[in-house]
């Protein structure tokens, strides 16, 4: 009661609540952060946070770590990379087949996997994965090793050529704020609330008459379309997909992303994948690159330890505990 | 055309929607863009193949540069170079973003296949020359070929040939290979196993590793029991340095005859002279060949603590070399006038002898088959091979297809 009042007087005393003009801000310099940044390097971004924010959906919002999203990623990748080169379909379209097809993936190990709990269905999870990454590796259409190369990146609708940098920045761009739109809403839901629940205390909600692992399994597959779709549009921006997207360090790295930007907070995964591809791309030409991964774990660690909320869940906490007024923080 | 005008199109309304009109303008073109040259050097740097081209290939290439004088046409020349630890989405991106971004106008390196066909597509679609100095496949000069390739310092066939060919001749009939399972080590045993059959030979098993396997105990067990009489290492770097020990350990090496199908002289070194002693193996280089390679390879020594040059580092260094005279005398850095000036001109120094650069890309130059010396018979750890035969450039590398004939 007490928060819904002091909600309710903070959105009085501003004509335009906090959270809306952040977000217009935030989405005013995606619009123009191509004119400072390098678009390659702020695709690959946007791919990895919708990726995470997929990831964060099940981790944070149902509370199942899955440790196989490489999965997912990559079958995205490599069907809309095989559509992309033999059927000369637009890429729009391609990116829908990644993503159904990595639905339906999900579907499949949804199935097989949210029966189990904690970590066996992590276990569960990884064992198809790898399942996955070595059809990918011995599969001919995926080049093996070698990767699937020379993928199109096309004409959007048939009319805006994307090999144009800038062109297809703006096309990630729209991409994942349709992703993130979707994970915006699912939480936002009742149905998300019903995750939210699930999470908090899972017998109650059983006792409550939920069929709980109807609702895991539709959770399971909304993230792992939505990697699928992070995974196809990854693989138009580079040309290319390789076993990297299907490795198991790419569903560890995917962990360590929704961990360091905040677990359970909508922008966490975002802030996660900015920084990790920071890192990564600043350590990658100097002498550190080769510590790379001891730099990574050192972050790891100090974020387990230190802030257990991430960067995002500590910036809320402490608004909150400070500023209540702020809006932010609140308990979703 | 309509290409060109749906780009010219999305980059108006783009542009003039978000007021960001002054990004889509092309840069104007000057002799040389950005007023200097600029190399990228791409490789692996500490994987297993970062000693056979690594960090000394950067080496290699800031030697060429200083050779020349440090600058070309009166601008500086810089040298960049990043870790492309064997995999194709990160060296793809990696090209890239230097060509992008960063100006880049050659890219030398470029060591694993997989990596570097990943690099071509981006680099012959931005119209960028590509020096590989490291990378064996044949598929750059034929299948992928492209008017801005130059493969300089081996390929798949010229070791097929000059290694596998003189052994089924003298009798080696059964053959089995321990192959590195990507484009490289695919290429090379498809290539090997065509001059093995077209000479009487059979092949009677191959085993496929992945890259940077340190195990390799069950595939040399499959060739135990496979009963061939030679066994071909398809593979580089530290994977052949692996296999062959492994062979050597489980008895292989006495019951079949060891073939290294491309040794680097760093892998020789780094095995015991009683392993690796009187085989047999094709390479481009060798330091201690004659005076020019001695004094060349003493100044590489000295910057390097030592290490000994592989034919992958004087190939960098003699494809940088070519790259800048054509540079300074067509008095630009654009790809495609630089390229057409390479191929007309001999490329001409202590690596490259009797040399062209063939019109598809191919740098055709002598060969040698070499013989590696016993432990008794190396005066110090430097002196690895004897050299037996010269391959001439025309007989050691295939003929140039048609379709791949860029004038």
């Known amino acids: 009661m007490n928060t819904l009042v002091r909600s309710a007087t903070a959105g009085l005393r501003l004509p335009l609540s906090q959270p809306h003009l952040g977000s217009a801000l935030l989405l005013l310099a995606a619009l123009l952060a191509p004119a400072l940044i390098y678009p390659v390097f702020l695709m690959k971004f946007l791919c990895l946070a919708l990726f995470a924010c997929a990831f964060n959906l ?71 994965s790898q399942l996955v990454f070595f059809f990918y590796l011995q599969a001919p259409f995926t080049g093996g090793e070698n990767g699937m190369q020379g993928i199109p990146r096309g004409h959007l609708f048939g009319l805006i050529d994307l ?125 550190l690159g080769n510590y790379i991964h001891i730099i990574m ?36 | 055309m309509n290409d060109r005008i749906s780009r010219t199109l999305s980059s108006v309304v783009l542009g003039s929607a978000l007021g960001l009109a002054a990004l889509s303008a092309p840069a104007s073109q000057a002799s040389l863009s950005d007023d200097r040259v600029r190399l990228g050097v ?37 040298v960049i170079s990043a870790d492309d630890q064997n995999k194709p989405d990160l060296g793809s991106a990696k090209a890239r973003e230097w060509i992008e971004s960063q100006g880049v106008d ?43 390739n130059a493969h300089w310092t081996y390929d798949v066939v010229a070791l097929a040939r000059g290694t596998v060919s003189p052994l089924v001749k003298s009798g080696k009939k059964k053959w089995f290979f321990i192959t590195a399972d990507y484009a490289f080590g695919h290429a090379l045993e498809n290539v090997a196993t065509g001059i093995i059959e077209s000479n009487g030979g059979t092949v009677v098993g191959s085993a496929k590793a992945p890259l940077g396997t340190t195990d390799y105990s069950s595939f040399v067990l499959q060739a135990i029991s496979s009963g061939a009489d030679a066994v071909a290492l398809a593979n580089a770097g530290k994977d052949f340095v692996n296999s062959l020990k492994g062979a050597s350990e489980f008895g292989l090496s006495q019951q079949a005859t060891m073939v290294g199908l491309l040794v680097f002289a760093s892998d020789t070194r780094s095995i015991d002279a009683d392993i690796i002693g009187n085989m047999r193996l094709t390479t481009g280089f060798y330091w201690d060949r004659d005076e ?14 030592g290490a000994v040059p592989t034919m992958a580092h004087a190939g960098a260094y003699s494809s940088t070399l070519h790259y800048l005279k054509a540079v300074a005398a067509t008095g630009t850095d654009d790809g495609a006038t630089v390229m057409k000036h390479m ?44 050299i037996e035969n010269v391959i001439p450039g025309d007989q050691a590398y295939a003929a140039m297809i048609p379709e791949c004939d860029f004038k």
């Open chain 1, 58 to 128: 099940m981790l944070g919002f149902v509370g199942m770590l899955s440790f196989g999203h490489a999965a997912f990623l990559s079958t995205g990748g490599y069907v809309t990379g095989y559509l992309m080169i033999n059927s000369g379909i637009t890429p729009e379209l391609g990116v829908l087949a990644g993503t159904a097809a990595s639905a339906l993936l999900g579907f499949l190990f949804g199935k097989l996997s949210v029966k189990r709990e904690g970590i066996y269905f992590a276990m569960v999870t990884l064992a198809l």
């Open chain 1, 297 to 332: 774990g050192f972050i790891f660690v100090t974020c387990v330890l230190a802030f257990r909320r991430g960067v995002v869940g500590e910036f809320g906490h402490f608004m909150h505990k400070n500023f209540p007024a702020s809006g932010f923080g609140r308990p979703q």
């Open chain 2, 292 to 305: 020019a390679t001695r004094v060349w390879s003493k100044r590489f020594m000295e910057r390097t603590d």
């Open chain 1, 163 to 287: 090999s144009d940098n800038l062109a297809m920045y703006y096309f990630v761009l729209a991409v994942f704020l349709i992703g993130f739109g979707i994970i915006f809403r699912t939480i936002h839901s009742p149905f998300g609330q019903i995750l939210t629940a699930i999470r908090e205390n899972e017998p109650r909600a059983v006792s409550l008459g939920y069929n709980v692992r109807q609702y895991k399994l539709l959770a399971f597959v909304i993230s792992a379309a939505l990697a699928g779709m992070a995974g196809a549009t990854k693989a138009l921006v580079f040309e290319l997909e390789s076993l990297t997207d299907a490795h198991w360090h790419m569903s560890g790295e995917v962990v360590l992303m929704t961990l360091l930007g905040g677990m359970g907070t909508v922008f966490g995964p975002v802030v996660g994948a900015a920084i990790l591809v920071a890192i990564a791309t600043l350590f990658s030409g100097g002498e």
């Open chain 2, 42 to 78: 791409l490789a692996d740097m500490s994987g297993p193949y970062g000693d056979l081209c690594g960090k000394h290939c950067v080496e290699a290439v800031n030697m060429a540069v200083e050779d020349f004088g440090g600058q070309v046409l009166g601008q500086p020349i810089d």
């Open chain 2, 106 to 148: 050659a890219i030398n390196g470029l060591v694993a296949s997989s990596v570097v066909g990943a690099v071509a597509q981006v680099a012959n679609s931005a119209e960028k020359p590509i020096l590989i100095s490291g990378a064996g496949s044949n598929t750059f000069t034929t299948k992928t070929c492209s008017p801005f």
């Open chain 2, 343 to 386: 191929k007309a001109n001999a490329p001409d120094d202590m690596f490259a002898r009797h040399a062209t650069l063939r019109a598809d890309g191919r740098m055709a130059y002598d060969m040698y088959q070499v013989r590696v010396k016993t432990a008794a018979e190396r005066s110090n750890r430097n002196d690895l091979y004897e």
